[in-house]
Every structure is written in structure tokens, then in C-alpha cells.
């Protein structure tokens, strides 16, 4: 991320300096202008979820989760405890649900719960994060919406194809993550 | 006229608080509790994000955009992804806002339901912000090297978004 960051930074400001030299402070200003706006919505949406997920954690349902989840994701995610188990599927559940707001916070959580590495993330905080972005979800709400908006005959049309596009993906991600997890393993146990 | 799936968060609301009353959880207390965590949660992932933004604002707005999306736009078409597409394509895993200000601009151009239209539609549903989710679900993570986190998301993305031009052919 570090050499992504110095690149796309480098790069930015060097060809904004070439066309517009004037626009450059401006234009850094408005990024974390952006990051604050962005923080302060971020607040009110996690204040209520958050708060709201501590209610369901107080009332002991994670317990009975973890159980159902440890299950299903007990092979996936190897060697991470019964609360990581439920928190992740507490996210992927609310996620497919369309129900951002209470997804992210939780999938942090299920994150900063994860067993790391010596100065590294792990290869199952990887793959969590591989199957966030792989938006698996029943209705993807803002894109209908947004075609319902612009008059569109049928809105709905594009709910299948996204639900097939997006499960196609995650497989492709996951397939693609246990396969850089083999290979890394190979490299540290050719190194040791 | 509400959508069943309207129901799904009113529904969430409900159960959580009236879990929380059946079970005699302190529930004001336990909400407190909980905002009082969104707050560290935000301190945390702010300057990620402030990071984040400058890069995605910068390449919107200098000419380095311009000549990704050149450089990327035969490499596209060869793959079956219509070239009104690129700029989208380039953009879906840095800004969620601004590939909904790109989808809207797709709309009115081409139709919401053309092709072209239907592919963007998909596209943007059926892929996330990359670096955006990088920032945040990291934020809090132990260990600060990310491995091959980003190459491999880049890659679902950018499976996942010329999928959706597949996908759109036949369906």
C-alpha cells in the first residue's frame, strides 16, 4: 500500500503540476475534506449500529451464532475462535442483506479480532477481506433504485445477473486467495 | 408501494431491541456502550481515509485519470467490455460516490436500458470499493504489511467487472 500510495500520489500531483499548478493545494484539501465529510457520516450510521450491536452481543445471541457459524466457516477460517466466527458471519449476513451500515462495523470488529501476524495481516484476514468486496447481496438496492429513478422498464432486470456476477467473483476470490496462501507457504518453508 | 425487502431492516431494528428487552440486557446502557465504540472506531479509520481520498481526488482530477483510462481502454474492448464502460471501470474500486456520479452520467447518455446501461448496472452492483473497504477493514487490524491483499482484490474486481458485460450478453 505504501508504494500504491507514493505512486498515485507522485503521479497526481506531478501531472497536476504540469497542466494546473494552482489547483494542487485545492485539490489535496478537498481529498481530506472528503475523508472527514465521509468519517463524520461514517459516525451517526456506526453510532447506531454499533450501539445497536452491543444490545444483541449483551443479550447472549453471539454465543448460539458462533455455533451456527463455526459450522460453516469453522473450515474456511481455520484456527480463529468462536466470537470470529460469528462476527464474520454476523457481517456476511448483513451484507447479503443489504444492510451496509450494520455490516462494516461488525466485519471490523471481526477483523481486529483475528489472530495476526509478526508486522503482517494474516492469509484469513485476506480472504475475509476478499469476500467483502466481492458484494454478494439479495437486492443490490442503490443501483435498482437509482434505475427505477431514471425511468428504466424494468428496474429489477439486473438483480439476477449482479447476484450470479458477484458469487461468481467471490469463488474467484476465494479460489485466488488459497492459492497465494499455498504459495506463500511454500516461499516461508523454502525460506526456513 | 414498499418492497418486501423494505422489511429487512425494520425488521433487524425490532428483533435486536426486543431480543435485548426479552433477555433483561440494560439496553440505553448497552447502546451507550456501543456508540461510545462507533467513536474510537472512527478515530481510528479517519486517517486512512484522509489518505485514501487524496489519491482517488487527485486522479480525478489531474490527467493521470485520463491517461489510465486510455491506456485501459483497448485492453478492455478486447475483452468484450463496451469502451463507454472504461471510465467506470477505472474508477469503481476507488470512489462508491463517484461511480454512482458515472452511472447516472451512463444513463442518461446511452439508456438504463441498453446494454451499455444494463452492464454499468451490474458493474457498480456487483463490485465494491476496493480501496475504500482496504482502508477501513484494515484500520484496525494487527499487522501493517498487507501481503498480496490488494493485487488479489484488484484481480476479483476486475474479474468480476468484465463478468458483468459476459453476464449482460446472455441474461
Excluded at chain 1, 123 to 151: C, H, K, W, Y
Excluded at chain 2, 71 to 97: D, H
Excluded at chain 2, 140 to 164: D, E, I, M, Q, W
Amino acid at each position: 500500500m505504501n508504494l500504491v500510495f507514493v505512486i498515485l500520489f507522485g503521479l497526481g500531483v506531478l501531472s497536476l503540476t504540469l497542466s494546473d499548478p494552482q489547483a494542487v493545494l485545492p485539490t489535496l484539501l478537498s481529498g481530506t475534506k472528503q475523508g472527514v465529510d465521509t468519517s463524520l457520516k461514517l459516525t451517526s450510521v456506526y453510532a447506531l449500529w454499533v450501539g445497536l450491536m452491543e444490545v444483541l452481543e449483551q443479550s447472549g445471541v453471539q454465543d448460539k451464532l458462533s455455533k451456527l457459524f463455526g459450522k460453516v466457516f469453522g473450515r474456511l477460517f481455520k484456527g480463529e475462535s468462536p466470537r470470529t466466527h460469528a462476527l464474520i458471519g454476523l457481517n456476511l449476513a448483513a451484507n447479503f442483506l443489504g444492510l451496509g451500515g450494520a455490516a462494516t462495523p461488525v466485519g471490523i470488529d471481526a477483523m481486529a479480532s483475528m489472530t495476526g501476524e509478526k508486522n503482517a495481516v494474516s492469509d484469513n484476514m485476506i480472504l475475509f477481506f476478499v469476500l467483502n468486496i466481492t458484494a454478494v447481496q439479495l437486492v443490490p438496492t442503490t443501483v435498482v433504485s437509482m434505475r427505477a429513478a431514471e425511468g428504466s422498464m424494468s428496474a429489477g432486470d439486473v438483480i439476477l445477473p449482479t447476484l450470479v456476477c458477484s458469487v461468481a467473483s467471490a469463488l474467484f476470490g476465494v479460489g485466488l486467495c488459497l492459492a497465494c496462501r499455498a504459495v506463500s507457504r511454500k516461499l516461508r518453508a523454502r525460506r526456513a | 408501494m414498499p418492497n418486501l425487502a423494505d422489511y429487512i431492516l425494520p425488521l433487524a431494528v425490532l428483533g435486536i431491541l426486543g431480543l435485548g428487552a426479552l433477555k433483561k440486557v440494560p439496553v440505553f446502557d448497552a447502546f451507550v456502550t456501543g456508540a461510545t465504540k462507533a467513536l474510537k472506531l472512527i478515530a481510528s479509520i479517519f486517517p486512512y481515509l484522509a489518505g485514501i481520498f487524496i489519491c482517488i481526488v487527485l486522479l480525478n482530477q489531474s490527467p493521470l485519470g485520463d491517461g489510465l483510462d486510455s491506456m485501459l481502454s483497448p485492453v478492455l474492448t478486447a475483452l468484450g467490455v463496451p469502451s463507454p464502460l472504461t471510465r467506470l471501470f477505472v474508477i469503481r474500486p476507488l470512489s462508491g460516490a463517484g461511480s454512482l456520479a458515472v452511472l447516472e452520467d451512463i444513463y442518461a447518455r446511452y439508456g438504463v436500458d441498453s446494454y451499455v446501461g444494463r452492464c454499468a448496472s451490474v458493474l457498480v452492483g456487483g463490485s465494491e470499493t476496493v480501496f475504500y473497504v482496504l482502508a477501513v477493514y484494515f484500520a484496525g487490524a494487527k499487522g501493517k504489511k498487507l501481503r498480496y491483499a490488494l493485487p488479489v482484490a484488484l484481480a476479483v474486481t476486475f474479474f468480476s467487472s468484465v463478468l458483468a458485460c459476459w453476464v449482460c450478453r446472455v441474461m
